[in-house]
């Protein structure tokens, strides 16, 4: 793995996501999640018990009110996809105004098939923390 600087306009995806990102973020901010009749989990309501992506939009709403604790216990995986969202949005900022140069990481194909499991391993684990949490609770 390496990272590389190039010197190039932003790729239409990289404005996209950071658009989508800043989008997500405000809505997160500012629009009335808990006046809203959400649709219910469906495993949930059928099994009692949480999906793997349980509590994301929550812990998504929490952490863009500076509630870092009550996002974290929601959803660990919420907290960081928040995180990630945030640093998506001051990336394609800073993208588009100061920097000309493009941070570029580059993975062989090995380290793209640890970077996927480790992406499900997270997905397998914030479910267990959920799973855990709400059997205590």
Not at 17 to 24: F, H, I, M, T, W
Not at 76 to 93: F, R, S
Not at 124 to 131: I, K
Request: charged share 15%; hydrophobic share 55%; with cysteine.
């Amino acid at each position: 793995m390496r990272v590389e600087r190039k010197r190039a306009r932003p790729h239409d995806l990289t404005i996209a996501l950071g658009g989508l990102s800043a989008v997500l973020l405000l809505m997160g901010r500012f629009w009335p999640f808990d006046r809203l009749p959400l649709v219910e989990c469906p495993l949930r309501h059928l099994a009692g018990i949480p999906c793997p992506t349980c509590g994301m939009t929550r812990a998504f709403v929490a952490l863009t009110h500076g509630e870092v604790g009550a996002s974290l216990h929601v959803s660990p995986l919420g907290a960081l996809l928040c995180l990630g969202a945030a640093a998506a949005a001051v990336y394609v900022v800073l993208r588009l105004s100061v920097w000309r140069r493009a941070w570029v990481l580059v993975l062989t194909a090995r380290e793209k098939q640890v970077a996927a499991i480790a992406a499900l391993v997270a997905v397998g684990l914030n479910w267990a923390y959920l799973l855990i949490t709400r059997a205590a609770g």
